[in-house]
């Protein structure tokens, strides 16, 4: 059984597709959805539904999430296209 779930959200941006995966530590996929979708809406400033398509991409255990440093009912950012991975891989260590 699941302790999280990988979410990845798929949007259009200034003709352009983007995306964002985020680590959601709920049990429940729709819901780690829902969470992501909220985020995601704040973040880029884009309304939730309107061009967006988003996926429970893979179950993620405790030990996935106690690695995140991660509690239960928490989100984290692991890939945002629209950023530098290897400053951020760097802010990590």
């Known amino acids: 059984m699941a302790a999280g ?4 959200i798929g949007y ?4 352009q597709l983007r ?3 985020y680590a959601v530590a709920v049990a429940n996929a729709t819901e780690a959805i829902k969470a992501s979708l909220d985020v995601g809406a704040s973040r880029f400033s884009l309304d939730a539904g309107l061009g ?3 996926l429970a991409n893979s179950e993620l255990s405790l030990q996935q999430l106690d690695d995140l440093g991660m509690v239960k009912g928490g989100i984290c950012s692991l890939w945002d296209d ?4 290897l400053i951020w891989a760097r802010q990590l260590h």
């Open 82 to 85: 629209t950023h530098d991975w």
């Open 19 to 21: 995306h964002v995966t």
């Open 12 to 15: 259009i941006e200034s003709g």
């Open 52 to 54: 967006w398509v988003a």
């Open 5 to 8: 779930w990988m979410v990845s």
